[in-house]
């Protein structure tokens, strides 16, 4: 019952942190590259202080319970729940990784600029922004599959 409710929690916390890949290959993708320079660096400079502010709780959670829950299942180690929650798990750990070599740097940078004053490569910034995202994407859905077949089979 214990690794069960653990499963659950590691989903739900997991679950939050890939919704924001969804979203950006459903919309936020095509909104912020249709976006000029000032209501780019603004939409980018308000999603990064409300994501500072709450998303390091829900990435918290889900680092904590994936970890749980490999810890509760090591136990047997050839499961396919065990197997699923590790590559998850890593795949978490990979996602931070990027998170803090690449996005929270760029964010730095475009948190810098004032709406009368950014370089003339603005762009550039938002397209390795994005491109560092994607590799964001590709780790956090893998391990988010990964969990759900751990879970369902």
């Known amino acids: 019952m214990t690794t069960q409710l653990i499963l659950f929690a590691t989903i739900l916390a997991y679950s939050m942190i890939v919704s924001q890949s969804f979203m950006y290959i459903l919309a936020l993708k095509r909104v912020q590259v249709a976006l000029e320079a000032i209501p780019y660096i603004e939409f980018r400079k308000r ?14 959670a889900a680092l904590l319970t994936n970890l749980l829950l490999v810890v509760f ?10 197997l699923s929650a590790t590559i998850a798990f890593i795949a978490l750990i990979i996602d931070t990784l990027i998170t803090v070599k690449g996005n929270l740097p760029i964010n730095d940078v475009i948190n810098g600029w004032a709406a009368d004053s950014y370089p003339e490569n603005w762009a ?25 077949i751990g879970a369902v089979f």
Do not use: C, E
């Open 47 to 60: 999603i990064d202080a409300s994501m500072r502010s709450n998303f390091k709780y829900v990435v918290y």
């Open 73 to 82: 299942t090591i136990k047997n180690p050839g499961s396919l729940l065990f």
């Open 124 to 148: 550039d910034y938002r397209t390795k922004w994005l491109h560092t995202f994607q590799y964001r994407q590709i780790a956090n859905i893998a391990g988010f599959v990964s969990l759900l």
